[in-house]
């Protein structure tokens, strides 16, 4: 994260935090002595189990050109772009792929269309033969009988 960025919204938390505060501490003046004593032990134990921010800084990113000099922070604007083209090239192998198989399924299925087209129109029957529920239960009962 950007430190500019996280100051003012650490800011607001903090001022947001600061009124919620006094708000509970002026209602408290009108409750019983118990009941504050507890208020105040319940807010021991939290703020004693509250998260400890910690900033972490991260580091710049080293590219090391031909000449064996480490430039920090990815060289110059031709290197972003350069990333994003390489890291692109193995979508772009992935999409070929899909297609490549997706026309040699296609081409499959229409071969094996070609062939029962074929047999259909070589055999002795002709293709009218084929809808005729009678041939069906021919084709039935030869099936059965073998």
């Known amino acids: 994260m950007n430190k500019a960025n996280t100051l ?82 193995p979508v772009m192998a992935l999409l070929v792929g899909l297609v490549v198989i997706n026309d040699s399924q296609d081409e499959i299925g229409t071969n094996e269309v070609a062939e029962v087209d074929a047999a259909l129109l070589t055999d002795d029957l002709p293709p009218a033969a084929y809808s005729d529920p009678g041939f069906v239960q021919f084709l039935k009962t030869a099936h059965s009988s073998n």
Do not use: C
């Not at 002026?26 to 921010?53: C, F, H, N, W």
């Not at 031909?66 to 110059?76: M, R, Y």
């Open 8 to 89: 003012p919204t650490e800011m607001a938390a903090d001022r947001f935090a600061r009124r919620v505060t006094a708000r509970l501490t002026s209602g408290t003046d009108d409750l019983p002595y118990d009941i504050s004593e507890r208020l105040r032990a319940a807010r021991m134990q939290a703020l004693a189990k509250r998260k400890v921010v910690v900033h972490v800084r991260r580091a710049a990113p080293a590219v090391l050109h031909s000449g064996n000099t480490a430039v920090l922070g990815g060289g110059n604007e031709r290197s972003g772009w350069w990333s994003a083209l390489v890291s692109a090239v």
